[in-house]
């Protein structure tokens, strides 16, 4: 089945650090993918569409300068946290959907947990 | 606008019973429908969908939910709970084809089977 291998797991760091996470689609090509953020015992939030060889689509009240996103290629989509504060710690997930399948569902990742000190 | 809504927070349900977890929608045309199960610190597990078709959709882990257009509803349900199957579950739905169409999940809800 689909595969999508998000890394790192767990990051911790001390605030004013830039934080790179990376979403890769395994066994399968994605033009699209995307990037959310859940708070605990809450639903996900999307932050952005990352769409490959183009600007990431962001959702309303997300700061594009602080949630960097670059997709260079069918398989991999990057999301950097700049400068990340206490405020950014969270669970940061991101899924991708097969291309050329109008039906196919969005497969996840197995999220980052990032704890900024 | 698209909307998603589970209305319970938890389910409680003891091992060997069958098990709902509901969820109703909102959403302009024919909507694809999605159920997924998280577990601690993981991302999202799909475990089926609808997209047209027979009403009865059938997925992983033994798991199954209804479409039903008139009630604007895909419960989720099995027929016999495992402990194993406590974690939280999402509903989500998403307007029709398309790689962009973005997916609206609801709030989760939890589900806890007991021995």
């Known amino acids: 089945g689909a595969v999508v291998s998000q890394h790192p797991s767990w990051v911790i760091c001390k605030s004013g650090t830039s934080v790179k996470i990376e979403c890769r689609s395994l066994?399968?090509?994605?033009?699209?993918m995307f990037w959310y953020r859940q708070f605990p015992k809450q639903s996900l939030m999307l932050m952005a569409t990352?769409?490959?060889?183009?600007?990431?689509?962001?959702e309303q009240g997300v700061e594009k300068d602080k949630f960097l996103i670059n997709h260079a290629s069918l398989t991999l989509s990057t999301l950097t946290v700049t400068s990340a504060h206490p405020e950014d710690s969270s669970f940061y997930i991101c899924?991708?959907?097969?291309?050329?399948?109008?039906?196919?569902?969005?497969?996840f990742g197995d999220g980052t947990r990032l704890s900024i000190l | 606008a698209q909307s998603v809504a589970q209305p319970e927070d938890q389910v409680n349900v003891a091992e060997g019973n069958p098990l709902t977890v509901k969820c109703t929608y909102s959403?302009?045309?024919?909507?694809?429908l999605f159920w997924y199960v998280q577990y601690p610190n993981r991302g999202l597990q799909f475990l089926l969908k609808?997209?047209?078709?027979?009403?009865l959709v059938k997925g992983s882990y033994g798991f199954e939910a209804e479409f039903n257009k008139s009630q604007t509803s895909f419960h989720l349900k099995k027929p016999s709970a495992l402990v194993s199957d406590s974690a939280l579950y999402f509903c989500?739905?998403?307007?029709?084809?398309?790689?962009?169409?973005?997916?609206?999940f609801g709030a989760g809800t939890r589900l806890a089977v007991h021995p």
């Open positions: 990352s769409n490959e060889g183009s600007k990431a689509t962001y």
């Open positions: 609808y997209i047209t078709g027979d009403n």
């Open positions: 066994d399968f090509q994605a033009t699209t």
């Open positions: 959403v302009s045309g024919n909507p694809y």
């Open positions: 899924s991708a959907r097969e291309n050329g399948l109008q039906s196919a569902p969005q497969h």
């Open positions: 989500a739905v998403r307007k029709g084809a398309g790689g962009y169409n973005k997916l609206i």
